[in-house]
Antibody, heavy 113, light 112 residues
Framework: QVQLQQSGAELVKPGSSVKISCKASGYTFTSYDMHWIKQQPGNGLEWIGWIYPGNGNTKYNQKFNGKTTLTADKSSSTAYMQLSSLTSEDSAVYFC??????WGQGTLVTVSS | DIVLTQAPLSVSVTPGESASISCRSSKSLLSSKGITSLYWYLQRPGKSPQLLIYQMSNLASGVPDRFSSSGSETDFTLKISKVETEDVGFYYCGHRLEYPYTFGAGTKLELK
């Protein structure tokens, strides 16, 4: 069955970067887009972008241009999202999702000094 | 960006009764391929969102048929019949018509 296992919670300092992972199993990793979605505490959902692991193509929500970098490692079936120049506004739960139907459990990123 | 406006913000329902949630789009979600790109999700407390409905009216795999959805090109309604305890959470509509994909602000469903 399709599973997306995300990395654990991160506590990071303002101005730093963080890279979170999403390990896929149960399907052909290179054949489906992997999307990333942000959810701030008590808030709704924001689509960040997607990566197609088959060829590395990406599409970003312009709002997150310069903030996020999506990559994928075909050898380990793992997608990554790097967030840079972190501020308190980046504190959120981040989900990876294959299409609309399969979601990871979420990774909490807390930006605090 | 396409704005999706949900109503109400919260709804309180007696178990066994029905509930309806509205989602209005600032733009037609009918694609050139004739597909209406509107999706409904349920996020239970502390969980990831779960797909309920895809392409406006299609029930996702494993979702009970107590859930249904209908609409036009810009106005959509999710109906939950015979509400159960497990239906508690936040309901979101979302689209995938064009970039950026966006979601509604969510509707909280709780039990009376």
């Amino acid at each position: 069955q399709v599973q997306l296992q995300q990395s654990g919670a991160e506590l990071v300092k303002p101005g730093s970067s963080v890279k979170i992972s999403c390990k896929a199993s149960g399907y052909t990793f290179t054949s489906y887009d992997m999307h990333w979605i942000k959810q701030q505490p008590g808030n709704g959902l924001e689509w960040i972008g997607w990566i197609y692991p088959g060829n590395g193509n990406t599409k970003y929500n312009q709002k997150f241009n310069g903030k996020t970098t999506l990559t994928a490692d075909k050898s380990s079936s793992t997608a990554y999202m790097q967030l840079s120049s972190l501020t308190s506004e980046d504190s959120a739960v981040y989900f990876c999702a294959r299409g609309t139907a399969y979601w990871g459990q979420g990774t909490l990123v807390t930006v605090s000094s | 960006d396409i704005v999706l406006t949900q109503a109400p913000l919260s709804v309180s329902v007696t178990p066994g009764e029905s509930a309806s949630i509205s989602c209005r789009s600032s733009k037609s979600l009918l694609s050139s391929k004739g597909i209406t790109s509107l999706y409904w999700y349920l996020q239970r407390p502390g969980k990831s969102p779960q797909l309920l409905i895809y392409q406006m009216s299609n029930l996702a795999s494993g979702v009970p048929d107590r859930f249904s959805s209908s609409g036009s090109e810009t106005d959509f309604t999710l109906k939950i019949s015979k509400v159960e305890t497990e239906d508690v959470g936040f309901y979101y509509c979302g689209h995938r018509l064009e970039y950026p994909y966006t979601f509604g602000a969510g509707t909280k469903l709780e039990l009376k």
